[in-house]
C-alpha cells in the first residue's frame, strides 16, 4: 500500500488534464457560447491543473509530511487553499467562450441599458451609477473567450447577480460559428486521455508482473541453498 501511494501515477496526473481540455474542445466546437462563473471557471482550471501540480513543484512537499496517505491528503489541501485564495483575490467575473468582443458588445450593450438607462460608457467599461455597478469587458480575440469583469470599489451584489442572469439568458439566444480551436483542443485532449489510459495499463501490467518476478526470484533463491 504505502509502495502504491510513495508516488503518484502518471496517468492520474494527465487524466483531469485531458478531460479539461476535451471540454474545452466541445465548447469551442458548439453553435452556442457558453458563460461561466469566475468561480467555477477558476475550479475547473485549477482541477485540471492538480495532478501535474502534485508531480511537479507540491511533490517535493510530500516527504515532509511523513506517511504517503496523509502526504498526499496534506497536498491536496494545500492545492485546494492555493486555487481558493486564488478565486477569492481576483475580482467577480463571467467568461463567455467561444464568442469574440465584437460579438459580445452589443448585448452587453442592450443588458446595460435595460438595468440603468443613465449608464454611461468610456471604451471597453460601462458605469451604471443607479445600480451601483461598474463592468469591463475584457476579450481575448485569438481564443475566442470575453471576460465581463465588475470593477470599482463599490459592487452591488444583487445587481451584479441580475446582470449574470440576463446575459446568461441573452446568451443563450446567440448563434455563434464553431471556433478554429474547438478540433485543436479536441485532439490534445484525446491525446492526453490516451496517454493516461495507456500509462494506466502499462502501469497495471507491470503490478502484474511484478509478483511474478518476486516469486520466481525466491524460487531459484531456495534451489540454489
Do not use: K
Not at 16 to 44: E, F, K, M, N, T
Amino acid at each position: 500500500m504505502d509502495t502504491l501511494l510513495d508516488t503518484l501515477p502518471l496517468w492520474a496526473a494527465l487524466l483531469p488534464l485531458g478531460l479539461y481540455l476535451l471540454a474545452l474542445g466541445c465548447v469551442h466546437l458548439r453553435g452556442r457560447p457558453l458563460v461561466l462563473s469566475g468561480v467555477w471557471d477558476g475550479i475547473l482550471l485549477g482541477g485540471s491543473l492538480a495532478g501535474l501540480a502534485l508531480v511537479g513543484p507540491l511533490a517535493l512537499v510530500r516527504p515532509v509530511v511523513g506517511s504517503p496517505l496523509w502526504g498526499w491528503l496534506i497536498v491536496l489541501l494545500l492545492f485546494g487553499l492555493l486555487v481558493a485564495l486564488c478565486v477569492l483575490v481576483s475580482r467577480p467575473r463571467l467568461i463567455v467562450y467561444n464568442i469574440t468582443v465584437d460579438q459580445l458588445r452589443p448585448l452587453v450593450a442592450e443588458l446595460v441599458s435595460a438595468l440603468d438607462p443613465a449608464a454611461r460608457w468610456a471604451g471597453e467599461s460601462a458605469a451604471l451609477p443607479t445600480r451601483g455597478l461598474q463592468l469591463h469587458i475584457d476579450g481575448n480575440g485569438s481564443m475566442r473567450s470575453v471576460s465581463v469583469v465588475a470593477v470599482g470599489e463599490r459592487m452591488s451584489l444583487e445587481s451584479w447577480g441580475e446582470f449574470g442572469r440576463r446575459l446568461r439568458q441573452g446568451v443563450a439566444r446567440l448563434r455563434v460559428r464553431s471556433s478554429p480551436w474547438g478540433p485543436i483542443f479536441t485532439a490534445v485532449g484525446g491525446a492526453v486521455i490516451v496517454l493516461a489510459v495507456w500509462s494506466a495499463y502499462a502501469a497495471a501490467v507491470h503490478s502484474a508482473v511484478d509478483p511474478q518476478e518476486t516469486t520466481d526470484a525466491g524460487a531459484r533463491r531456495s534451489v540454489g541453498t
